[in-house]
T-cell receptor, first 114, second 113 residues
Framework: DTEVTQTPKHLVMGMTNKKSLKCEQH?????MYWYKQKAKKPPELMFV???????INESVPSRFSPECPNSSLLNLHLHALQPEDSALYLC?????????????FGSGTRLTVV | GENVEQHPSTLSVQEGDSAVIKCTYS??????FPWYKQELGKRPQLIID?????GEKKDQRIAVTLNKTAKHFSLHITETQPEDSAVYFC????????????FGTGTRLTIIP
């Protein structure tokens, strides 16, 4: 298995809802990432997990809460989002903790906040 | 932190011609530079990467060159084909405890049949 799987592919949520994005990989990668991508913009790093521990939080608002239950899974819990949070949320993984062998991206979750 | 600039933002080339996209980086400690291709509505996919201990790397029609002194690297696509049309992102990353991949702003490449 050489893929990063993200679910759901599309999500529409209200500003008072609580939802979760899920990411899974079975490549034995030890680092996992959440990126946010707005239309016609590059991906922006949100969080990095290395060996299941949060190693980087790019000053992301607390309405986004990451979780890494095990080395294969990465979740992003969403609560009280704003319309400007609408974007493509990409999960990625890499073999080493320093990501020097390139990232494998999932197909993303396209999130719309209404 | 690392800052990566990418040019041009859009590029149109005739099918069969070559395309070149250039990036500069700010952190002299960076030593890993991947290139990603993102087709419309799809995930970014790694197409080639280079580490700072080499100056050039080729993979069929794609090549990347790195000039550490000038802190710039370039993507070269030869014999372009319609399926090369996509947005291309360069990126840079330092390797001493910094796991961040900083992306350039992207180049929309259009191949004209």
């Amino acid at each position: 298995d050489t893929e990063v799987t993200q679910t759901p592919k599309h999500l529409v949520m209200g500003m008072t809802n609580k939802k979760s994005l899920k990411c899974e990989q079975h490549m034995g990668h030890r680092a996992m990432y959440w990126y946010k991508q707005k239309a016609k913009k590059p991906p922006e790093l949100m969080f990095v997990y290395s060996y299941e521990k949060l190693s980087i939080n790019e000053s992301v608002p607390s309405r986004f809460s990451p979780e890494c239950p095990n080395s294969s899974l990465l979740n992003l819990h969403l609560h009280a989002l704003q319309p400007e949070d609408s974007a493509l949320y990409l999960c990625a993984s890499s073999q080493g903790p320093l990501g020097l062998d390139g990232y494998t991206f999932g197909s993303g979750t396209r999130l719309t906040v209404v | 932190g690392e800052n990566v600039e990418q040019h041009p933002s859009t590029l149109s080339v005739q099918e069969g011609d070559s395309a070149v996209i250039k990036c500069t980086y700010s952190d002299s400690a960076s030593n890993y530079f991947p290139w990603y291709k993102q087709e419309l509505g799809k995930r970014p996919q790694l197409i080639i990467d280079i580490r700072s201990n080499v100056g050039e790397k080729k993979d069929q029609r794609i090549a990347v060159t790195l000039n550490k002194t000038a802190k710039h690297f370039s993507l070269h696509i030869t014999e372009t084909q319609p399926e090369d049309s996509a947005v291309y992102f360069c990126a840079g990353e330092a390797n001493f405890g910094n796991e961040k991949l900083t992306f350039g702003t992207g180049t929309r490449l259009t191949i004209i049949p």
